[in-house]
């Protein structure tokens, strides 16, 4: 009998049933990957050309004195691929250039040559690049604007209104008329030439015949056809 006690516990420690397997819980990130911010605006200065997002916070921050090349290369990462390219040879009055276009705004970059300017003086600032907007977007439909708000195809009168006479100037061979929208702080704004003051910096212009902006250039004399 005590046999038969023996052998029935020994089997009902054989059937017992195993403990349950704790459930599997999926691992929850402690972050939530945040989408990379896209450019909503092109802010040209004085001084530097800003790609900024929807709140205003800048992806890109072009200085015009920065090496040209690398500012393509920048932007192409933030623009996208551009739609073309062009060259321009040097002159008497400006150096070799080459011209990134992403339709609407376009980076230029200096090839300055070591020859000494035709007069024998020394250029008082060589920008690495300029840039220069021909219309209110780019292709991919990025807004330029300069940097109080003026854009390529508003009115060249508002743009002006108020502003110091030595700001405006009117091109009588041309017919091209231009207003300093912004001017420099970190390298003379207003320089002499041949007994004329003439602002520096971000330039808005109107072709001969229009009455609105046809584009916004700068770094730029205020005369400048550039």
Request: charged residues 20%; aromatic residues 4%.
């Given at each position: 009998m005590i046999a038969l006690i023996v052998l029935a516990g020994a089997l009902s420690a054989c059937t017992?049933?195993?403990?349950?397997?704790?459930?599997?819980?999926?691992?929850?990130?402690?972050?939530?990957?945040?989408?990379?911010?896209?450019?909503?605006?092109?802010?040209?200065?004085?001084?530097?050309?800003?790609?900024?997002?929807?709140?205003?916070n800048v992806l890109l921050s072009l200085r015009y004195s920065e090496n040209g090349d690398e500012a393509v290369v920048a932007a192409v990462k933030i623009l996208g691929e551009p739609q073309g390219t062009h060259h321009q040879d040097g002159s008497?009055?400006?150096?070799?250039?080459?011209?990134?276009?992403?339709?609407?705004f376009d980076i230029v970059v200096n090839r300055y040559s070591s020859e000494a300017m035709p007069t024998g003086e020394e250029r008082w600032y060589k920008p690495a690049f300029s840039v220069q907007a021909t219309a209110a977007s780019t292709n991919g439909g990025i807004a330029i604007a300069s940097v109080d708000e003026i854009r390529v195809g508003d009115t060249f009168d508002v743009a002006a209104e108020g502003q110091d006479t030595n700001r405006v100037h009117v091109d009588d061979a041309f017919g091209v008329r231009s207003v300093a929208l912004d001017l420099p702080t970190s390298f003379?704004?207003?320089?002499?030439?041949?007994?004329l003051e003439l602002p520096y910096g971000a330039i808005a212009q109107s072709d001969q015949g229009s009455i609105d902006i046809t584009r916004i250039v700068a770094p730029s004399y205020l005369f400048s056809l550039a």
């Open positions: 017992a049933t195993p403990p349950a397997t704790p459930p599997t819980v999926d691992p929850v990130p402690s972050e939530t990957a945040t989408a990379a911010a896209e450019p909503d605006r092109i802010l040209i200065g004085a001084e530097s050309t800003d790609v900024v997002d929807a709140n205003g008497n009055h400006y150096p070799e250039m080459d011209g990134t276009s992403w339709g609407g003379p704004g207003i320089i002499a030439d041949a007994g």
